[in-house]
């Protein structure tokens, strides 16, 4: 890294209020990450001397492994929080696990747990004792996700101009999202980001996933049917349906949910010609995607999901380090 860059947040714990500005911040710093990861060696010493610890107190595959690949190629040291092998089970409270990690020097805390607003707590913690540890949400509740939006955006942005990712690339593409969007912080958190960059976005899903409520975001627009949510559409993003949802009665059937809402290449067929698909993970193959259709390289952009995430999650971690400025 050589430019310089303006950063001023301490914490990111949601995208609400993010500006284009911030967006386009991130998407330059992780093109000049994605750059590092096609060396040799890809290794910077850009946090040297800096604790990442990894405090994820529900389970998580790619997020955790990405977020501790991406402090690894920076150079910094890495703690990895387990709930159950933790103090959690002899009865610590979660502001007593934070303080431990803090008192063994960690400086970017990246937390994730099932209930809403804990990041934020901690945060506030770290910041009443005055501790300078930043806090990065890597998930909480149905609340945000804010590193599976950014990286969501910079994949679309990249498809668009590969060298130069920016915002305004994606004003006026049509972008629908598709299932649960209730229960979904990935959708929350993409709802943000897409609006900023003035994206058309279109909202799909049976009625008791998809609450009117979603309206009240401005620029984006409801459907209860798949087939005009993706009609024109540049890009669909498929969300995982939650098969847990099936027990609170939220729907009918799995089978009925893919005859209605289920993805296959015949019904992107209504999109536009260069359409693309995207997928947060982890996948119910044959319920929200066909396998023919995740598995399409010349449309599903899952693979580059994955791994811009590891660009994107540096590129936070690093301005989040307070080390941009320094560059």
Known sequence: M????????????????????????????????????????????????????NLFFEPSTRTRSSFELAAKRLSADTLNFAPGTSSLTKGETILDTANTYWAMGANIMVVRHRQAGVPQAIAQAMDQLQTGVRLLNAGDGQHAHPSQALLD?????????????????????????????????????NLWSLVAAGADVHL????????????????VTLHWELSPAIADADFVMALRLQQERMSAHLLPSLRE????????????????????????????????????????????????????????RMALLYLLSNRGEQA
């Open 2 to 53: 050589t430019q310089t860059v303006t950063w001023t947040r301490r914490h990111l714990l949601s995208l609400a209020t993010f500006s284009p500005t911030e967006y386009d911040t991130v998407l330059q710093t992780a093109a000049s990450f994605r750059e590092v990861l096609t060396r040799r060696t890809k290794k910077v010493p850009a946090l040297q001397g800096q604790v990442v610890a």
């Open 153 to 189: 955006l910079f994949t679309l942005c990249t498809q668009l101009d590969w060298e130069q990712p920016h915002c305004q690339l994606l004003q006026g593409k049509k972008i629908a999202i598709i299932g649960d969007i209730l229960h979904s912080r990935v959708a929350r958190s």
């Open 204 to 219: 799909a899903g049976p009625p008791t996933l998809l609450p009117v409520e979603f309206a009240a975001f401005s620029g």
């Open 257 to 312: 949910y893919r005859q209605q809402f289920g993805l296959t290449r015949d019904r992107l067929s209504v999109c536009q010609p260069t359409v693309k698909l995207l997928h947060p993970g982890p996948m119910n193959r044959g319920v929200e995607v066909s396998s023919e259709l995740a598995d399409a390289p010349d449309i599903s952009l899952v693979p580059q999901q994955v791994t811009n995430g590891v660009a994107v």
